[in-house]
């Protein structure tokens, strides 16, 4: 990729920053290099991850004194015919889990939380994310009774995605057990995106 790209700075920001100052770069351009500097592994996943769901291409690069540079290519490649529309039916799944039980009894919250996301790794079509907010990053952290569960969700091809700020809010960031740190950017992208979304609160 060319080396004369403009160099964006997002060392030091908090999430979703980078995201957003990506976003708007690419905006900018048709067709075109972006290059992005982070100095945080959240950051230069949740870019990388931004920018390929946008169809770009992505190198990510480090630096010498520690972060990296993330080289996003946006806009060469030829149009090719596509598939016809997703219609509600095609669209892929997305499991929104706010909370580490299901009801507001917690003991029989948690047998139901087990068993539902068991029952999940079962099924004939598996979501192609499961988002995890709030108290449900519980369910990610070190400690967690369902960790063996969502390891096998993951190797199965789903996405397990915790929120940064709620494992920042409960000091459990450095507990994250499966799955990648997300951020309320890439969350609200999906919510609003082609996915069809269901809440597990």
Do not use: H
Not at 35 to 47: F, K
Not at 55 to 63: I, K, S, T, W
Not at 181 to 197: A, D, F, I, K, Q
Request: charged content about 25%; proline content about 5%.
């Amino acid at each position: 990729m060319t080396e004369s790209a403009e160099l964006i700075d997002c060392r030091g920001l908090a999430c979703p920053e980078p995201v957003l100052r990506t976003k708007q770069a690419l905006d900018g351009v048709a067709e075109g290099v972006v290059a992005v500097r982070v100095d945080s592994a959240a950051s230069r996943d949740n870019v990388r991850r931004f920018a390929e769901s946008q169809g770009a291409a992505v190198a990510v690069e480090d630096e010498p004194g520690g972060g990296w540079v993330l080289r996003i290519a946006k806009g060469f490649r030829c149009d090719m015919p596509g598939p016809a529309p997703a219609t509600a039916v095609d669209l892929p799944t997305a499991l929104l889990v706010t909370t580490d039980a299901i009801g507001p009894e917690p003991e029989l919250g948690r047998i139901l939380m087990r068993a539902f996301l068991g029952a999940l790794g079962k099924a004939s079509t598996l979501p192609a994310k499961v988002l995890f907010l709030n108290r449900g990053v519980f369910l990610t952290t070190g400690g967690s009774d369902v960790l063996d569960i969502l390891r096998e969700l993951e190797v199965a091809g789903v996405t397990v995605l915790s929120c940064g700020t709620c494992l920042e809010f409960f000091r459990k960031r450095d507990d994250l057990a499966v799955g990648q740190v997300s951020n309320m950017y890439e969350t609200v992208e999906t919510l609003t995106g082609r996915y069809r979304v269901v809440t597990l609160s």
